[in-house]
């Protein structure tokens, strides 16, 4: 019996994650930036001192987005009014009112995934304490405190985006033939 398996190789540029965990990420302190991890897909974080979910719990999609936007804040796949839009796409005159329509859109997004991950937060600290992991990780024992209490060197997260590709695709696609 044979396994097929698909391998996604992706080339990292340390400078870059370099200057983003140190500047992005602030606080992160030099030495430890220079000795960061890929940990999953293109999360990094610092081995042994970061908390163990550097990304958050919804993914922002860019290309679904987009297409919320362009129909007055309505999912075309359910029908469903999912937030205020500023209008249909086929009102919409200039490129500038599409940007503006996604820019709404994608704050109201960002601002819910912020809740969503606030809220996971709250749950992972008071329910799931996690002692395994906050026991391989620095400065928890120290404080004594799990992962989520704060005992973790570093423990932030970020809201990890899709469709950012696709997006930019979309949108050179209407500003060059169709706006």
Known sequence: MFINAICINNIFLNIFYIIGIKHIEKGVAEEDAYNYSVIGCVEVAIPGKWGYRCTGMSFLNFAKSLMIALNDGVDIDSGIRVCQGVGHFRDMKSFDQVLAAWDKIIREFTRQSVIIDSCADTVLEKD???????????????????????????????????????????????????L
């Open 128 to 178: 799931a304490a996690d002692i395994l992991c906050s026991s391989l990780v620095d400065d928890c024992i120290d404080c004594g405190l799990t992962l989520k209490e704060g005992g973790a060197v570093y423990d932030f997260i970020s809201g990890p985006q899709v469709g950012i590709a696709n997006l930019g695709d979309s949108l050179a696609a209407i500003k060059k033939c169709v």
